[in-house]
């Protein structure tokens, strides 16, 4: 690296890798990986039940998850301005958050929800527990 441009352009990538990229493909496997349908070449034999419990564990958040631009503890930082820009942070997400919900209502984007009318929601950056099919944890685990 040659200058801060590009330690912030190389961080930017590793955080976008092993936060919101690798939540969008873990938690949205059982969705379309867990209904068999999607899968007609496992269709000609008996189904995988195992890959398909495996899928379902897989893409569950547990009940004590921290999200992306959360802190289980308040006192993590004394530093007030790291504080400050954590906060404006939590504050874009939740806007990032907001964008998602009014696309899925905007009519002209089809795309958005598709014939059987689901919301994307892979890149909403909260979650409650269980499997919701989005959230994007503080960590990850594989």
């Known amino acids: 690296m040659e200058n801060r441009e590009e330690l912030i352009e190389s961080c930017t990538t590793m955080i976008w890798i092993a ?5 969008a493909t873990n938690f949205g496997q059982y969705t379309y990986s ?15 039940v195992l890959v398909i419990s495996l899928i379902e564990v897989l893409s569950m958040h547990s009940s004590d998850e921290v999200y992306l631009g959360q802190r289980d503890t308040a006192e993590w930082t004394v530093d007030l301005a790291a504080a400050a820009a954590f906060e404006r942070f939590g504050k874009a997400l939740a806007e990032v958050e907001e964008r998602i919900v009014e696309r899925n209502r905007e ?18 950056p909260s979650s409650g527990a269980g499997m919701t099919g989005k959230g994007i944890p503080n960590s990850i685990t594989i």
């Open 34 to 48: 867990g209904y068999m349908p999607n899968r007609p070449t496992n269709s000609r034999r008996f189904m995988p």
């Open 107 to 124: 009519e002209k984007l089809r795309n958005r929800h598709g014939p059987v009318k689901i919301p994307y929601t892979l890149l909403f």
């Open 19 to 23: 936060s919101a990229l690798h939540a």
